[in-house]
Nanobody, 122 residues
Framework: VQLQASGGGLVQAGGSLRLTCVASGRTSSNNAMGWFRQAPGKEREFVGR???????AYADSVKGRFTISRDNAKSTVYLHMNILKPEDTAVYYC?????????????????WGQGTQVTVSS
């Protein structure tokens, strides 16, 4: 499975971005998908995930501002980011689990994309 993330860029605080993650190879719409991020000098952290059933979970820091959706026909997952803050600046990674459900740990995910940079200016 290969994951290609895109959509990052530079945006002002309060703005919005939509990240896209396209899966290719031996993909399965039955697998959970997640988004993580890593800021300079910090550890990678969970942002949110969507299970095969459409159930979602988010980190407290993004809850109410970020939304994950998926289009199984296109093997694509989206991260809609609104009301962006400077502290959201990071490289964002999409990840695919090997099962229908996944949690908030990196170890729950088997495949990882290359990351896309999001920079939020104040």
């Amino acid at each position: 499975v290969q994951l290609q993330a895109s959509g990052g860029g530079l945006v002002q605080a309060g703005g919005s971005l939509r990240l896209t993650c396209v899966a290719s190879g031996r993909t399965s719409s039955n697998n959970a998908m997640g988004w993580f991020r890593q800021a300079p000098g910090k550890e990678r952290e969970f942002v949110g995930r969507i299970n095969w059933s459409g159930g979602t979970a988010y980190a407290d820091s993004v809850k109410g501002r970020f939304t994950i959706s998926r289009d199984n026909a296109k093997s694509t997952v989206y991260l809609h980011m609104n009301i962006l803050k400077p502290e959201d600046t990071a490289v964002y990674y999409c990840a695919s689990g090997a099962r229908p459900y996944a949690g908030r740990e990196s170890s729950d995910y088997r495949y990882w994309g290359q990351g896309t940079q999001v920079t939020v200016s104040s």
